[in-house]
C-alpha cells in the first residue's frame, strides 16, 4: 500500500479575526499566510477561495509551456511540443510569474464575474486583488521535497543483517523528491554560484532544461546542495527509500522492524510489482515497463516517461532507471554510485536496492569507475552521466 504522497502545496493562512475566510482557504488546500488587509472585505467569501484554488493549481505546476503568454513574455520557457510532466514544473517561480503576471483571470460564482490580478511582491509573497481589494498571502516552496516516516528501516548490505536495520531515532529526514535538473542548476548559475558551468549551462538546450544535470563533478554536486541549504543524499537513506517499507500498516513503520523477505524494489510489498524482477524472472518485455523504471530499452521513449508511474511508496521517484545516482557513502564511502540506469538492460542484477559501485569524482569516463563484481555499463560508449539529489535533516527537540 502507498503512503500518501506529501507534496501538497499549502499557503498559510492567518485571517484576520475572520474564520469564515480561514475556512475556506482551507478546503481549497492551500495552507496561507494572510499578510494583510488594504481594505474590509465586501466580495464574497467563496470567491476568494476559488481564485486561490487557481493560484494552487498553477504552482503546483498545471502550467502549459506552450501557453502563449510564456511565448509572448517569457519565450526562454516556452516549449512547442510540451511533454513536460507537471512535476518537473511545480514550484518554478519564474514561470509561475510569468503566466500569473500576465493572464486575464476571473471566477464565476453564480451569475456573477469577478476578474482578479495576481503579483508577485518581495520573496515567496503575491498580492491577491478582487473588485479593489487585496490580501497577501505567501507562497511555501515544499513541492519538491519528501520527508521519511520516523521509524525503522533497512540500510545497506552487511554480513550481519541485524546490523542493518537503523532508525531515525528523532532525527527528521526532508529528501528532493527527483534528481537535480538542468533548470535547477542554471537558477543556481543566475545567482552566481558555479561559475565554471556557465557556459556550459548557457548552452543547455530548451528541450533538456527539464532533464536531469548529469555533468557536474561531486564538489559542484556538495555546493548546488549548500547553496540551499541542504547536502547530498546519504546511501542509508536511500536504501530505505528504494526498498520497500515492508509493513502492512503505514504506522508500523515507526516500531516495527521490517520484514527480513522485504521488497528491494519501492513499487509495492510484492516483488512482482518491480518491471526488473518479472523480466528476470521470464516475462518479455513491455513498452509499459519503462512507465515504473527507465532502462536501456526505453531510450526510444519520451525521457519522462516514468513520471508518474515510478514514484516510490515515499513519493520520491528516479530511485530506479535513469541516470545513476551519486550519494554520500558515510559508512561506505568506496560505494558512493547506485548504478541502476539507462546504462543497462532491465534483465541486468542492478535494478534493485543495495547495488552500489564506485566512482573517483574525477571525469565521466569509464576509467572513473570501480565497478567491482557488478557489470560494468555499457561498452558502446566512454561518457557516463551521473545525477544526484540533496537532503536535509532536522532535530527533534
Not at 104 to 126: C, F, N
Not at 195 to 217: R, S, T
Not at 241 to 263: C, M, V, Y
Amino acid at each position: 500500500m502507498k503512503m500518501k504522497r506529501s507534496n501538497q502545496v499549502f499557503l498559510l493562512c492567518a485571517s484576520l479575526g475572520m474564520a469564515i475566510v480561514a475556512l475556506a482557504l482551507w478546503q481549497t488546500g492551500l495552507l496561507s499566510k494572510l499578510l494583510g488587509d488594504k481594505k474590509a472585505t465586501e466580495t464574497p467569501q467563496l470567491v476568494w477561495s476559488l481564485a486561490l484554488d487557481e493560484v494552487d493549481r498553477l504552482w503546483r505546476g498545471d502550467i502549459n509551456l506552450d501557453s502563449p503568454i510564456l511565448k509572448e513574455n517569457c519565450p526562454e520557457f516556452f516549449l512547442e511540443d510540451d511533454q513536460i510532466p507537471q512535476e518537473l514544473k511545480s514550484c518554478r517561480e519564474e514561470i509561475f510569474r510569468c503566466v500569473v503576471e500576465n493572464q486575464r483571470a476571473k471566477v464565476k460564482l453564480r451569475s456573477d464575474y469577478y476578474p482578479y490580478e495576481i503579483k508577485m511582491t518581495s520573496g515567496k509573497s503575491i498580492s491577491l486583488k478582487i473588485n479593489k481589494e487585496i490580501k497577501y498571502f505567501e507562497l511555501k516552496r515544499n513541492c519538491h521535497e519528501v520527508e521519511l516516516p520516523q521509524g525503522l528501516y533497512w540500510g545497506n548490505a552487511q554480513k550481519d543483517k541485524a546490523k542493518r536495520v537503523w532508525a531515525t531515532n528523532g532525527v527528521r529526514y526532508f529528501i528532493d523528491r527527483l534528481l537535480v535538473r538542468n533548470i535547477d542548476l542554471r537558477d543556481v548559475v543566475k545567482a552566481g554560484k558555479l561559475k565554471e558551468l556557465k557556459k556550459k549551462v548557457d548552452n543547455i538546450k530548451e528541450g533538456e532544461l527539464y532533464q536531469p544535470a548529469g555533468f557536474l563533478l561531486p564538489k559542484q554536486m556538495e555546493e548546488y546542495c549548500h547553496f540551499h541549504g541542504k547536502q547530498i543524499l546519504s546511501s542509508r537513506v536511500r536504501a530505505a527509500l528504494t526498498f520497500h517499507h515492508g509493513r502492512k500498516k503505514h504506522e508500523d513503520i515507526k516500531d516495527q522492524a521490517p520484514d527480513w523477505n522485504t521488497s528491494p524494489y519501492p513499487f509495492g510489498m510484492r516483488k512482482e510489482e518491480s518491471p526488473s524482477y518479472l523480466v528476470k524472472h521470464g516475462t518479455p518485455f513491455k513498452k509499459e515497463f519503462c512507465h515504473k523504471l527507465r532502462t536501456k530499452e526505453c531510450l526510444d521513449f519520451n525521457p519522462f516517461v516514468s513520471f508518474p508511474g515510478g514514484l516510490g511508496w515515499s513519493g520520491v521517484a528516479e530511485l530506479l532507471g535513469g541516470l545513476p545516482e551519486y550519494v554520500r557513502g558515510e559508512e561506505y564511502p568506496r560505494r558512493n554510485i547506485h548504478p541502476s540506469s539507462i546504462y543497462y538492460s532491465l534483465k541486468d542484477d542492478v535494478h534493485e536496492a543495495g547495488k552500489r559501485i564506485f566512482w573517483n569524482g574525477r571525469g565521466h569516463r569509464r576509467i572513473d569507475f570501480n565497478f567491482a563484481t557488478t557489470k560494468p555499463f555499457e561498452a558502446d560508449k566512454d561518457h557516463y552521466e551521473v545525477g544526484f539529489r540533496c537532503m536535509r535533516m532536522e532535530f527533534s527537540k
